[in-house]
């Protein structure tokens, strides 16, 4: 919601100009269909019908707003009617309405209590739009952008995370009728095209796209277990690989709630998590508008297109939650995250050509669909560069974060440059057990931020520490201790401790600022921490 917020402003405050241009335009070009009809096949097993017959404009509109895949969201394709009663034995029972201010949602459920989710095809973004002038005046352009997306790109990324070995939702194409099993959904959700796909949540064994998991959680789920304890981990090659796919799709929508997650019980008693991304929208944007595409892309930068050999590599700010605070924390250096064989192999030869899925048919010779998708054939040997680049955006302020638990937090120096952080779990009576060790270069990272969230934490500095990484350690509930092991003010160089008033302890201070936390509330513990999300998308 928040980018889309971001992007209304942008239309509104902007395109003063875009009601004039919006006028000129329906005099120029057809009037767009009101809506969309369908044919029927003789059985009424399948209509045809296209997505969006309303963004097929003239010349002169396509010039001023973006040729987009215009000629496909008119074009008509075949589709299978979804009746809910005999969908598949016992039928399917609506439980709820949602979706985004683009989307709507419509979440199903079968007698044995699997769920399934119909997300509209066609969306609209005119309603994140403040109601009045500028709603009635901008909105029909915001809701005209729709043509930017591509409406069966769901198919592509599918295949294309198939081909990956990223988890992944099978979407497949449906029409939905006048269905009195809608109930009191029926006004909003019938007749139209939608994306039908199984809902990634519970007991997922029997599913081969969800890693036969025995639960998939939420994001807010998965964030709570890896803090509470440090015997949860997102699988940190896992979840780059699926960057990789969204930087390669250039789908740049990844809000919190467009990530599942499949966990995996260890037999040590760990649980391990890998990413499930869902609800590709966005995947082969195409902003292609001549005259707006400089301010658009200046101003929102968030948004942005489809253009191989990838996308443009995100910035921290536009990262999906777990990028800084899990999966590079758990990696140890960029070659490991990177991976060059292991990952180019997943975007190598079963991407080139693009595999073939099974398309809505069209009803007479033309463009298909698939061949706006041609630019997807694009070269795997990107792979490992961009995964590079990503690395080092992420590893410029990198995050080590503890967990609930009493854990201690070991900083020494590696080579020169270098700083190693050793992470180990405190146990009465026992000796500590290293969780994780990993090093950090200040080639690459500037800053290294170091929370340790609830329990007795300590933090171990052994000197001499002088990588040249600014170093800003971050307590949290509990009574804390700094170690210090400086025997001079220049043992220990580019060290703050953010200290609450709740019983810390630091007998040696050399070297080392002391402030207070500032984000007390945020780095107390695992509830604390979540507040950082939007998890309530």
Known sequence: MPRLLTLASCVFGSLGWAAAVLAAGG?????????AASQWSPDSSTVLRAAGPQYARGKVWRFFFGKHYRDVWALPVTAPVLRLATAQPGGLGPLQAGGSYQSKTLRLCAINGQEYVLRSVDKDASAALPAGWRRRALGPLMKDQTSAAQPYGAYVAAQAAEAAGVLHTNPRLVYVPQDSALGKF?????????LLEERPDGNQTAVASFGHSPRVVSTAHMLADIRRQPRARVVARAYLRARLLDMWLG????????????????????????????????????????????????????????????GPV??????PPPAPST?????????????????????????????????PPPRRPGPSWRASLSPAARPARAAPAVAQRYYKVLAGESWCVGTDRPERFELSAADPGRLR???????????????????????DTYQLNVYGLAGNDVFELKAPLKSGI??????????????????????????TWHSSSDGNTSANNLGVKIEPNAEAQLTANYLGWLRRYNLND
């Open 470 to 495: 600014e170093v800003h350690i971050f307590d949290g509930d509990g009574q804390d201790r700094l170690l210090n092991h400086a025997t001079s003010a220049t043992d220990v160089r580019n060290v």
């Open 251 to 310: 789908d740049w929508s990844r809000r919190e709630d467009q990530w599942r997650w499949a966990s995996f019980p260890q037999p040590d008693g760990a649980t391990t998590y890998r990413p499930i991304p869902r609800d590709r929208d966005q995947a082969f944007f195409s902003s292609t508008m001549a005259s707006l595409r400089g301010w658009f892309r200046g101003l929102c930068p968030s948004t942005t297109a489809f253009t191989p050999p990838f």
């Open 421 to 443: 952080v050793r992470t180990f779990a405190i146990r009465p009576n026992l000796a500590d057990s290293l969780i994780s060790e990993r090093q950090y270069n200040r080639r």
């Open 27 to 35: 005099c120029t070009t057809p009037a767009p269909a009101a809506s």
């Open 314 to 319: 995100p910035s921290t700010a536009s990262a």
């Open 327 to 359: 999966a590079p924390c758990s990696a140890t250096s960029a070659p490991r995250i990177s991976g060059r064989k292991p990952i180019r192999s997943g975007f190598d030869s079963p991407m080139r050509p693009l595999p073939r899925p099974s398309p």
């Open 186 to 194: 029926q006004t909003r959700f019938a007749d139209a095209l939608y």
